[in-house]
């Protein structure tokens, strides 16, 4: 056909990368319409964790991101006193979401005992609490907005990287990179948290949601876990999180997964959400992370806020 095609990689968050990338290319108009397409397959290429680089002394040494999530929720729990009970209601949360989703790869509702007893991965996390090996694919299509249509406005959309292994930081892993990245998009989409009606945020595991909402400013800092049991992010909440079900229920297809995030903020933005609809959601933020083991301050993250 003659068109450009250029492929975007930044691991967990190659999707909102892409996106990013697709609203730049339209708003200096280079382009006029761009589609940004995530695709993974993994049911058949991944056989357990995803293999450690060969330079990266951290995850040869084992490393891997389970580990280094369970390190991050047992550094969480000392600073701020939260249980396994606590993580637990993230899945069950976010699995009840995804029970009403018919997009999500796993459909059914856990109580926290079937949480807390899945097989255990990497202490305190168990199975349920991490999210599994995904196959699928997301697309947007972005163009400059035309009136009396379904479109839905880019408010803002911010990518940013942080530093690895942040000695400075005396926070869990990403908080830093992710609070800054969406003090960013808050003044570039001239809101506050307060005005968010929803969020789909990157919950690759449990411990995930929790530090992120919070250096979102979603919740104050070691409020997390009470916001949750509160029912302040459930559907029918003030915040409902991850009304897809999240990385965990929807499923995490890696490349694909910041644009089923920014798909499910649309469909609740256009009310066309079904059963896990946001009622009267106007302003809707997307999370993501991605990035190696070696230091997820490191990470890139893209923060988006779509609506208004």
Not at 300 to 308: D, S
């Given at each position: ?108 509702a856990l109580t926290e005992a079937e949480v807390l007893g899945s097989r255990p991965i990497a202490e305190p996390l168990t199975l349920f609490q991490c999210a599994g090996l995904t196959d699928a694919a ?133 009310e066309e959400a079904g059963p896990r609809q946001v009622e009267g959601a106007r302003t809707a933020l997307v999370e993501t992370m991605g990035g190696g083991a070696s230091g997820l301050d490191a990470n ?9």
């Open positions: 056909t003659g068109l450009p095609i250029i492929t975007v990689e930044n691991a967990c968050a190659s999707g909102t990368t892409a996106y990013h990338e697709a609203r730049a290319a339209v708003e200096s108009g280079r382009y006029g319409c761009v589609l940004a397409l995530g695709v993974e397959h993994m049911s058949t290429r991944f056989d357990g964790p995803i293999a450690p680089e060969p330079t990266d002394a951290e995850q040869a040494g084992g490393l891997l991101l389970p580990a280094l999530y369970a390190l991050s929720a047992s550094r969480y729990a000392a600073v701020h006193g939260t249980t396994p009970s606590d993580l637990a209601q993230v899945a069950v949360k976010n699995s009840g979401h995804g029970a009403r989703n018919p997009r999500a790869q796993r459909r059914r997301a697309a947007a299509v972005l163009g400059p907005r035309r009136r009396r249509t379904r479109d839905i406005p880019i408010r803002a959309s911010v990518l940013r990287s942080g530093r690895a292994w942040d000695q400075d930081s005396e926070r869990v892993w990403g908080f830093d990179v992710i609070r800054e990245t969406a003090s960013e998009a808050y003044a570039q989409a001239g809101i506050t948290p307060e005005e968010v009606d929803l969020a789909e945020v990157h919950d690759a595991f449990t411990i995930g949601e929790l530090v992120t909402v919070e250096a979102l400013g979603l919740a104050p800092e070691g409020r997390a876990a009470e916001s949750v049991r509160d029912g302040e992010f459930t559907l029918g909440g003030r915040r409902p999180v991850n009304p897809s079900g999240g990385l965990l229920s929807r499923g995490h297809p890696l490349g694909a997964t910041g644009l089923a995030q920014v798909a499910e903020a649309v469909w609740q933005l256009r890139g993250c893209v923060v988006t806020v779509l609506g208004g």
